[in-house]
């Protein structure tokens, strides 16, 4: 299989790959993903596959993750330097197992079937379209030896651009979608806590648990409802990864207001649950420069009112410094 050319229904496959996952991502990301997996699979020899994207320098979204039949729960993880996931992001480029025999395949995080080590692996970056800032990354992998080579690179580098530019083209759409906000919506709609998401994946992974075991047996049994159940199971995976990338996409936007601010602008906007004259004096300022500060604030925020600001960066800054205290290997 290494180096060899694709056949001509591959090719075709190939072709229509874009219009398809663009159908597939009008339902949902999670169909999205499935989809893209299932495109893979039918032209690459694939165990394991993952799509992850990044939420800021420091920290991963794994949105969607199997190993076989085995699916992974979504979920927010540091950024590893020293895995595939890291180095794609850090170099601008794809990795491959045979650059290296898996060294840095090997120094990831491991999930999936821990038990086995992938003997073959690619994992290529999705740029967004205008910038060629690396969002996320796409990897295929496979437990038998010697089985991606150029084309296969290349393949999967063609899907993942697809995939980038559906979701770069998506955060056009909510960036103007900011722009239209009149600042009324609640905070707690502008960035969804990390409690919140958190606990409708943890919740919703006892429902999928149980739905899977209901489906095997079903299925095993050769009963009418098993693919019924089998239904019921993807819609907690589609109901989890929702979930996660909610959260994600809310701090993100938070994160990049918040970054739009001037380090005197971030100082005020710490403070802005007390009056100007109170800030004015714990940060050693006239009241006018204060009263400067909050109506540029107001105006990068799109918020006509300072509590919209104060409860947003308040929690913004909260779930940042949670996350920031994590560590892993």
């Keep these: 299989m290494r180096g060899k050319p694709f056949d001509e229904p591959t090719v075709g496959r190939l072709r229509q790959a874009r219009e398809v996952l663009s159908a597939e991502a009008e339902k949902s990301h999670h169909a999205l993903y499935a989809k893209l997996r299932e495109i893979v699979s039918g032209v690459l020899r694939l165990d394991a596959f993952f799509v992850a994207l990044f939420r800021d320098a420091g920290h991963v979204l794994y949105a969607y993750q199997y190993d076989g039949a085995e699916y992974a729960l979504p979920g927010v993880r540091p950024v590893n330097p020293e895995g595939p996931t890291g180095w794609v992001r850090a170099h601008n480029r794809s990795y491959a197992y045979r650059t290296d025999a898996g060294a840095i395949l090997n120094r990831g995080i ?4 821990k038990e086995r080590r992938s003997a073959d692996a690619l994992v290529v970056p999705m740029r967004r379209t205008h910038t060629g800032e690396v ?10 030896a010697d089985s991606y080579g150029d084309a296969e690179l290349a393949a999967l580098e063609w899907l993942a651009e697809v995939v980038a530019r559906i979701l770069s083209a998506e955060d ?26 958190a606990l409708v994946v943890e919740r919703v992974a006892v429902v999928w648990q149980a739905a899977a075991q209901l489906a095997s047996e079903l299925e095993s049994e050769g009963h009418r409802l098993g ?8 819609e907690c995976e589609r109901l989890q990864m929702d979930s996660a990338e909610i959260e994600f996409a809310g701090y993100r936007e938070a994160a ?16 802005m649950g007390l009056s100007d004259s109170e800030i004015a004096a714990q940060l050693y300022v006239a009241r006018s420069t204060v009263k400067t500060h909050v109506r ?29 205290g994590s560590s892993s290997g």
């Design 110 to 113: 491991p999930w999936g079937d």
């Design 135 to 144: 969002i996320g990354v796409v990897s295929a992998q496979t437990y038998t």
């Design 172 to 197: 056009e759409d909510r960036e103007l979608l900011a722009q239209l906000d009149d600042g009324h919506r609640p905070a707690a709609e502008r960035l969804l806590g990390r409690t919140v998401s």
């Design 227 to 234: 693919p019924r159940a089998r239904d019921l199971v993807r």
């Design 256 to 271: 990049a207001r918040f970054d739009s601010l001037s380090r005197r602008e971030r100082d005020v906007a710490e403070l």
């Design 296 to 324: 540029s604030i107001l105006r990068k925020y799109g918020a006509k009112n300072r509590s919209t600001v104060v409860e947003e960066v308040s929690t913004y800054l909260g779930y940042a410094r949670e996350r920031g």
